[in-house]
């Protein structure tokens, strides 16, 4: 093809991209001799060529290369000396670190440095009051539990027996009898109504008769003892029994004729046929006797305390509830009755009984029941 | 866990508890305080908490009891390095092992959690993460980091190394 003026622009940019022959190169050069108005345009075509620019980047490019092997000792990463250490690498991988290790002085040093980054425990620092962390749990075994049950209901009926029953009438009755009166206080109050200077006076006058407290076997019984319960009383006239009140309660013990309560805590605990006769308070055992006594079990030491302190044998009486003698059960759960009736607490105590009326579950209120 | 199990745990762990936390809030009073808060709750629940998870159970109750005591009062943890050093004095504490203890005072408050969880107790990444709330990857990335941080520290002191 021939340069002419219409196709001269083609050949132009081929020249210097580079893509004329050199016979082609020659013609053009020969064209441009014969046109020299086209010169200007042809160096114009030659401006147009853009250089490569190099852009350095912001930061070292070096870490975004991957090795080339873990084999290589240089190469081996930071990452793998750390896993090493932490027990992240399999078998082989802990060789290749080794060997990388073995023979790089660079991955020696820092695989010395890992190995040195490991902290120990300071053992010498120890927590100085372990001892109070302890907890002490005394194990109690449901045996156990309903034993201590019957053996603090039986000292709440004990404690509730010698406050009412005619023996501590008795002590008080001698303590008046052998004291001279107190001078009365006109300060001080009355109950129910009688005058100061009429009451006993026990404060004073209670260390003189303890031999007599430490030995009640020794006092002799006063007539007021013999309190008879009805003949027979129905077990729903028990709810219509109301506790006395407690003001009531202290002028009685300080005043021995007033007997009332006692009657009410006859009524109570007997609840049947039962008679205390004087034959029986005769049959009370002699100290002697008492002393030469060896108690084998906690209800043989309860009925013998029970026995002693009012003259009853609960161990051969018959109980008019169940057709049986009373067991510990029935005698816990009439000393918890008596002192809910006495002091008029909402106290109630429930038992549950079998077909022989034998007890199987026990209960103090809502929250301390106990079953066979 | 019965009474016998939960006093065991108060032989074997209550120095590693106290020691954890002592290190990480330098303040021996709190330290006691918290170790005995941790195992007052865990008795509290002893019921319902078995003898095998005692240990992580009461590591991970004592963490956030720790955490929130730090949160209370921020300043105790940059104070108070008195008690703290009392220990490294009395121990008589060598070159390496001030070192490392600085270094690990520097870390950032994760990281030297984490790290110490792992070395003093050797417990594992999934262990930590459930101690610490965090998944077993972020763990394994704060000890990572935590060690090259150590690496670096006692790399630029000649006395090391």
């Known amino acids: 093809m021939k340069i002419t003026r219409e196709n001269y622009e083609a050949y132009f940019l081929d020249y210097h991209e580079g893509n004329l022959t050199e016979g082609q190169k020659a013609e053009l050069m020969e064209f441009l001799a014969q046109n020299p108005s086209l010169k200007e345009e042809f160096e114009a075509f030659e401006m147009v060529v853009l250089e490569e620019e190099i852009t350095p980047l912001p930061f070292d490019g070096d870490f975004l290369k991957k090795p080339v092997s873990d084999t290589d000792p240089a190469s081996i990463s930071e990452k793998k000396l750390i896993a090493y250490h932490e027990g992240d690498l399999g078998t082989e991988e802990k060789k290749q670190v080794l060997k990388a290790v073995a023979e790089s002085p660079e991955a020696r040093k820092a695989f010395t440095l890992y190995s040195l980054s490991k902290l120990e425990a300071d053992t010498s620092i120890v927590f100085p009051a372990k001892a109070t962390l302890k907890k002490h749990v005394i194990v109690a075994r449901a045996l156990m539990i309903r034993r201590l049950a019957v053996a603090a209901a039986l000292l709440t009926f004990m404690v509730s027996l010698y406050f009412l029953l005619p023996g501590s009438l008795h002590l008080q009755q001698v303590a008046e009898e052998q004291m001279p009166a107190a001078t009365p206080d006109p300060k001080e109050e009355t109950f129910s109504g009688v005058p100061v200077e009429k009451m006993p006076v026990l404060a004073e006058t209670l260390p003189d008769i303890q031999p007599q407290i430490a030995s009640p076997l020794a006092i002799e019984p006063s007539p007021r003892e013999i309190i008879r319960p009805p003949a027979r009383m129905d077990v729903s006239q028990l709810a219509l029994m109301k506790p006395s009140e407690r003001t009531e309660l202290m002028v009685q013990k300080q005043r021995p004729q007033t007997i009332n309560l006692r009657e009410d805590f006859y009524w109570f605990t007997y609840a049947g046929n039962i008679d205390i006769t004087d034959e029986e308070e005769d049959e009370l055992p002699q100290p002697q006797r008492m002393e030469e006594q060896r108690y084998t079990s906690l209800a043989s030491l309860a009925y013998s305390g029970i026995e002693r302190s009012t003259g009853v044998d609960f161990k051969n009486m018959e109980n008019p509830f169940t057709d049986r003698n009373f067991g510990l059960w029935d005698i816990a759960g009439m000393g918890l009755a008596g002192i809910s009736h006495i002091t008029g607490t909402s106290l109630t105590v429930d038992t549950e009984t079998d077909e022989t009326g034998r007890i199987t579950s026990f209960g103090i209120g809502e929250r301390f029941k106990i079953s066979r | ?161």
């Open chain 2, 1 to 161: 866990m019965t009474a016998q199990q939960y006093n065991q745990c108060v032989d074997e762990h209550a120095d590693g508890v106290y020691r954890f936390i002592l290190k990480n809030i330098k303040d021996e009073d709190k330290a006691k305080d918290i170790v005995q808060d941790s195992f007052e709750k865990m008795w509290t629940k002893a019921g319902d908490i078995e003898f095998a998870k005692a240990k992580s159970y009461l590591f991970t109750t004592a963490y956030h009891t720790m955490i929130d005591a730090i949160r209370k009062d921020k300043k105790q943890t940059e104070l108070n390095e008195e008690a703290f050093n009392k220990h490294q004095v009395n121990n008589s504490y060598n070159d390496l092992k001030e070192v490392l203890n600085q270094a690990v005072s520097r870390l950032p408050e994760i990281q030297r959690h984490v790290i110490m969880l792992r070395d003093y107790e050797g417990y594992s990444y999934q262990e930590i993460g459930e101690i610490t709330k965090l998944n077993e990857s972020q763990v394994k990335v704060y000890i990572y980091r935590a060690r090259t941080y150590l690496k670096n520290y006692i790399g630029k002191l000649d006395m090391v190394v």
